[in-house]
């Protein structure tokens, strides 16, 4: 396709993008590669073909390529930044601050009472971060439980997901990503800076230097840490893997759990949780027995 000129040239060549069809098989192979690479389930369903053709076909523009076939030839000559930019492309990274805002009341609780018990260190592990509101939030409850001793609240951020990652990392949002954050919280935690003539939130060093961000995949087929965690926060991930895919995962966070440790999951996710050695306290909160 040569490069379009003008803005109708523009519009007919993102249309002709729009009519490149996505078959069923071409569905199936990218479900399939998602699922082994992530763990992420799609089954064929309207909206999940629907979404696979509007998330790749940014890639095919971005490649230029003119089928998904071609796509598929690329992808499976392999190499680590195509597979981290095709599951960035897969994955869903809806995320806010104060999500499912029990849970750090639960949280504001529970950092004292594991700070009498556990001495010099609290660590606490969010494994689906995305673009790092949740281990934000969890850093300004730290901050806000335990007072001049939040210092000993240690988080790792981790997601599979290198794009949003990198987000997290720098820690800088615009306002419309401000969304959940009190103004109390804002003014204390964050401040104004401007970049390229806009304005953005960029999380002071109290809270950015708690954390420690690095690519995790859920899909690990066995956890190693060198200390257990005293909580871990494992939001709205699990309702992507399929029942297997949840059973190991949880039996893996419950493994890399301290004994009296808690495990928090999504409100919707909690259905399906069965460990002997967890037992259910309040929505989708856990503790280790
Ligand atoms: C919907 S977001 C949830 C973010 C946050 N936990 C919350 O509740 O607001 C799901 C996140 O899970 C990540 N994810 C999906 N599959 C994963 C895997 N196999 N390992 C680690 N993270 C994964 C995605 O990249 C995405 O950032």
Redesign the pocket.
């Known amino acids: 396709m040569s490069a379009p000129k003008k803005t109708s040239d523009i519009v007919s060549a993102l249309n002709d993008f729009e009519d490149i069809k996505l078959t069923d098989k071409m569905f199936g192979k990218f479900a399939e590669h998602m699922y082994t690479?992530?763990?992420?389930d799609l089954p064929l369903t309207p909206k999940n073909h629907a979404l696979i053709r509007n998330r790749i076909v940014k890639l095919l523009r971005r490649h230029s390529l003119k089928s998904y076939e071609e796509y598929w030839a690329m992808i499976e000559r392999g190499g680590a930044e195509l597979t981290s930019e095709f599951?960035?492309a897969l994955?869903?990274?809806?995320?806010?601050f104060y999500?499912?805002s029990n849970h750090f009341d639960f949280l504001t609780g529970a950092l004292p009472e594991l700070s009498k018990k556990f001495g010099s260190d609290i660590r606490l592990w969010?494994?689906?971060?995305?673009?790092g509101?949740?281990p934000y939030t969890i850093a300004m409850t730290a901050c806000e439980a335990l007072g001049d001793q939040y210092k000993k609240a240690r988080l790792l951020a981790?997601?599979?997901?290198l794009q949003?990652?990198k987000k997290a990392s720098i820690g800088t949002y615009e306002e419309r990503e401000m969304q959940g954050l009190p103004p109390a919280q804002r003014s204390k935690y964050f401040e104004k800076v401007k970049a390229q003539g806009e304005e953005f939130w960029r999380a002071k060093d109290q809270i950015h230097n708690m954390i420690r961000f690095a690519p995790?995949?859920?899909?690990?087929p066995k956890y190693e840490f060198q200390h257990q965690f005293h909580v871990i926060?494992?939001?709205?991930?699990l309702?992507?893997?399929d029942e297997a895919t949840t059973k190991k995962?949880i039996d893996n966070l419950t493994a890399c759990l301290a004994p009296g440790g808690y495990l928090v999951l999504?409100h919707s996710e909690s259905g399906n949780v069965k460990h002997t050695h967890l037992k259910p306290l309040s929505r989708a909160v856990y503790q280790k027995i």
Not at 91 to 96: D, L, Y
């Open positions: 690479l992530a763990g992420v599951i960035s994955t869903t990274n809806m995320t806010s999500r499912e969010c494994c689906a971060a995305s673009t509101q949740e981790t997601d599979i997901d949003v990652l995790f995949n859920l899909m690990t926060f494992c939001r709205n991930v309702i992507y893997f995962v999504g």
